[in-house]
């Protein structure tokens, strides 16, 4: 049996692949840098940027 290329394989066919294979990580894995990738949401940040947005968000000091 041929091994699916899960670069080459659309996002959406490759998440109900692994839904069907839990245990292939390699599929898993080509799965999350894709979808990281993707992503728009990354904002790296140092830890007292997070800490302002943290203390900004919920009013508290962060400890």
Do not use: K
Not at 36 to 58: C, D, G, K, W, Y
């Amino acid at each position: 049996m041929t091994e699916p290329n899960f670069q080459q394989m659309p996002l959406e066919q490759l998440r109900v692949y692994i839904l069907e294979h839990r245990n292939d990580d390699e599929a898993f894995h080509v799965y999350i840098d894709r979808r990281r990738a993707q992503s728009s949401n990354h904002v790296p940040m140092t830890i007292e940027e997070a800490e302002a947005e943290l203390q900004r968000r919920f009013g508290q000091q962060a400890s």
